[in-house]
Nanobody, 122 residues
Framework: QVQLEESGGGSVQAGGSLSLACGSS????????LGWFRQAPGKEREFVAA????????YYSDSVKGRFTVSRDNVKNKAYLQMNSLRPEDTAVYYC???????????????WGQGTQVTVSS
C-alpha cells in the first residue's frame, strides 16, 4: 500500500515558522508532482502549494504566497513546506499528496498522507 507521511507539525505563535516534511517508503517521488493541502475544522480541504516532478515549477495559493515555500529532494524522496510569518488563519491539518500533475484541486491527486496538525495562536 502506497503511503505518504507528513511530519513537522506543531503549535507556534503568530509570526513564527514551521517546516513540514513529506516522505514515502513506497512511492518514487521523482515520478510524481506533489501538492500540499490543508483543512480547517468545518471547512473544505484547500490548496496550499504544489510543485512539478522536478521542482522547476511551483504554485501557491494567494493566501500563502510570499510566506510559504515548497521544495523537494527526489534523491531523499522528500518534499518540504517551509511556512513563515504564520497567522492564526493558517491553523489546519496539512496534507501532502502525490499525483501526475501539480493540480490545484485535491480530487486530481492519487496518494495522500494522514495529515499533520498546525496550530497558530494569536
Amino acid at each position: 500500500q502506497v503511503q505518504l507521511e507528513e511530519s513537522g507539525g506543531g503549535s507556534v505563535q503568530a509570526g513564527g515558522s514551521l517546516s513540514l516534511a513529506c516522505g514515502s517508503s513506497t512511492l518514487i517521488f521523482s515520478m510524481y508532482a506533489l501538492g500540499w493541502f490543508r483543512q480547517a475544522p468545518g471547512k473544505e480541504r484547500e490548496f496550499v502549494a504544489a510543485l512539478s516532478w522536478n521542482g522547476n515549477s511551483t504554485y501557491y495559493s494567494d493566501s500563502v504566497k510570499g510566506r510559504f515555500t515548497v521544495s523537494r529532494d527526489n534523491v531523499k524522496n522528500k518534499a518540504y513546506l517551509q511556512m513563515n510569518s504564520l497567522r492564526p488563519e493558517d491553523t489546519a491539518v496539512y496534507y501532502c499528496a502525490a499525483g501526475p500533475w501539480p493540480f490545484l484541486t485535491p480530487q486530481e491527486y492519487d496518494y495522500w498522507g494522514q495529515g499533520t496538525q498546525v496550530t497558530v495562536s494569536s
